[in-house]
C-alpha cells in the first residue's frame, strides 16, 4: 500500500465530507419545509418520543457522494459497488416514503424488504461475479497466509445471506442519534485499507467516499440530531459495508468489524425467539441492545460512543486478522 494511496483515500474522505454536509443542510431545508419527518416508533422508549418531528430520509447523502465517486472515476467493480448502495437506498426510500404517508412508521413489511434486499444481492453478485479477474472470486476470507475459498455455489448463497444480513442489522441499529453512522467509520476504514492493499482501488474509493460521507452526515445527525438517514440511508450503508467485504473477499470478516452490527440484530433474535418460547419473559429489557442500555439507566450519548467504540475495537481486531 503506497503514501499515493493513502492520499488519494484521504482525499476521497474529505470530498465525501464536504459533499454530504453541504447536501444535509440542503435536504434539512428541503425536507422541512415538505413535513419529510420522522415519526417515533410506538415501541421505543419513552425519551424518543421528542424525536417526532425530525426530518428524515437523509440517507440520500449517501447514494449522491457514492454517485459523485462513480462520476468522476471508472475504476472496475465501483459500478458494481454503486449499484448495490442504490438499488438498496431505494428499498429504503419506498419504506421511508410509505411510513411519512401513514404517519405511524407503518412501511414495508419485514418480509418484503427482506426479500427486496435479497434480489439487490443477487443482481450485484451476478454483476460482480461477471468479471472474476477483477476480485478474489468464491474467496470468504484472506488472513496472512490462509485463503478460504468456497464453491461457487455456496459463495453466492452466503454472498446473498451477507448483504441481506448486513443490512436489515444496520437498520435496527439506527435507533439513537448518530450511533448507525458513527458505528460504519470504523470497519469502512479497515476494508478501504484492505482494498487499497489488494491493488481494487473502485472498492478503495468507495468505501472512502462512504467514511467520508458519514463523517460529514454527523455534524448534524450526532446528538441532538437534527436529521436522521432513515431507512434510506441504513439499507445504503449496510448495502456499501458488505459489498465491499465481499469484492475484496472479506465477507466473513464481516461478522468481526461488524460486531456491533452483529449484537444489535441477534439481540433482536434472542430477544423474540425468547419471548416467543417462554410465552412472554424477555431476557433485554427492550431490543435492539442500544433500546437495554437505555433503559437500564445509561444517557443516550453515553451508549453511543460506547458502541462507536465497541465498534473501533472490533475493527482493530479484524485488521489484526487481515494484515
Sequence with gaps: ????????LG??????SLIAALLTAGLLAIFGRLEVRQ???????ESHRAKTGTPTMGGLVFVV?????????????LPELVLLVVLCAVIGAVDDALAIRSGANRGLRARTKFLASALAAVIFLREAAASPSLFPPDVLLHAGTLTLTAP??????LGVLAITGTTHAVNLTDGLDGLAAGTMIP???????VAARAALPGVAIGAAAGIGACVGFLFFNAHPARIFMGDTGSLALGALLAGCAILTGEMLLLL?????FVAEALSVILQVSYFKATRGR????????????????????TVTSRLWVASLLCSLVGWAIVR
Excluded at 39 to 45: G, L, T
Excluded at 256 to 260: H, K, Q, T
Design 65 to 77: 457522494v457514492l454517485l459523485a465517486a462513480l462520476a468522476s472515476t471508472r475504476l472496475p467493480l
Design 187 to 193: 470497519p469502512l476504514v479497515v476494508l478501504a485499507l
Design 256 to 260: 468481526v468489524i461488524g460486531g456491533v
Design 11 to 16: 482525499l476521497w474522505v474529505l470530498a465525501g
Design 152 to 157: 461457487h455455489w455456496l459463495w453466492l448463497l
Design 1 to 8: 500500500m503506497s503514501g499515493s494511496s493513502l492520499s488519494i
Design 39 to 45: 415519526r417515533a416508533y410506538e415501541d421505543a422508549p
Design 282 to 301: 424477555r431476557i433485554l429489557k427492550m431490543s435492539p441492545l442500544h433500546h437495554h442500555f437505555e433503559l437500564s439507566g445509561w444517557p443516550e450519548t
